[in-house]
């Protein structure tokens, strides 16, 4: 089963109980919109080659298209689209007045040089100008693109359109109208949800006290790192740790800003801590928690029997399976689904694009108060679903999201809403 055949499946789970019109899910089957593009770069070199480009616009009931831009090998029109899709639900869930979009260019990035990535990034929005700006469709970081990238597309967009329009992409440096805490916004969101979960419904799992607690993160990029750190500061231990070269392990707990410093010295190769130990070890070991933070579909059909965690916290997008994520929901093993749990990043996003659009600036302690309460509300409403229906939080998340989506679309795009009776 395909990426996008099984987020279908797992939204299909939760029509049943949500109280939506058929002309609406029907819609929901299909995506508004997909560009492709082929987009010449020159290289350093001299060479020129054409590269593949993405744009999938999926739903936009609920605001404006809003969804990162990834430049990834993987990065094809479907896996797109199954991004699009999760990028719909999620920002229902966390109920902010966006739809869901993403994209990306099918590019292995760490080989490009800063000149080359800058002309690629800037060669994206001279294609797809047309089809983003700040109430259309609101790109954003995502794998292998960051704030650098968002500078380069934002100042080639105001070339192309004129004007000061800051709200066309979030994730931007601080000085040119990006926002406090965006970095860590991911991470520190997945944290928020993870310690509401703990402190409200700990007691149905039975888990040891917070100090006690194992927790295996796979993935240091920006949302593994600053999940990670918070843990630290928290007071967690965090025996396991991962990036696409391996894993290390250390039953005591890890010290992740130590790692930090380690990695960034030695290539990202060299953890100087703990055993080594690969990524797929990782996930099978004996912890309270785990947290895929890095790619797609690590949790299969074929690990998911020797997953032991009693909680798994999705901060990467679809990191399992349909598949696994039967066999891991009828062993018990809580999952704290993508859409909700790493919805941090799209949170801070938000409050840029208000930001920008009310040309003011938020501080740092805002936006954490914020994130957190709108991280522990969502929580709070796919839980209680969780609860009163016996479904798992994935479908009670999209539960939640069909409920929102459904009313919106209802009231405009239903021929029988206004129908004078
Ligand atoms: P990143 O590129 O900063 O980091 C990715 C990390 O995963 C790196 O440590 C990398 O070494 C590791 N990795 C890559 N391939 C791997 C593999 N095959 N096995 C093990 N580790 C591997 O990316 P990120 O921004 O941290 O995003 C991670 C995940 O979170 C992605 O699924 C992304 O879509 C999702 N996500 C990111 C954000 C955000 O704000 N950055 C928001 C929502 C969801």
Known sequence: MSMLEGAKKQLEAAYKYADINSETWEKLQYPDKIVQVSLPMRHDDGTMRVYKAYRCQYNNVLGPYKGGIRFHP???REHVESLAFWMTFKNAVIDVPFGGAKGGITVDAPTLSNREIERLSKGYIDLLSDNIGPDIDIPAPDMYTNERVMSFMFHEY?????????????????????????????GYGGFYSMSFLLEKFGYKLKLPSKKRLKIAVQGFGQVGYWFAERLQREGYKVVALSNIYGAVYDEKGLNVTAARLHLDENDHKVWGQGTEITNEELLELDVDILVPAAIENVLTKDNADKIKAKIV????????????????TDKGILIVPDILANSGGVTVSYFEWLQNRNAIRKNYEDVQKELKGMME?????????????SVSPRTAAYMLALERIGEADAVYGNKDYFSIR
């Open 313 to 328: 916290l999705e901060l990467a997008n679809g990191p399992t399976t349909y598949e696994a994520d039967q066999i891991m």
């Open 74 to 76: 993987s990065v094809s």
């Open 158 to 186: 105001k070339k192309i359109r004129g004007g000061h329009p800051l709200g066309v992409v979030t994730g931007k440096p601080i000085a040119i109208g990006g926002i406090e805490g965006r970095p860590s916004a991911t």
């Open 377 to 389: 509300k969502a929580t709070e409403e796919v839980m209680r679903r969780h609860l009163e229906y």
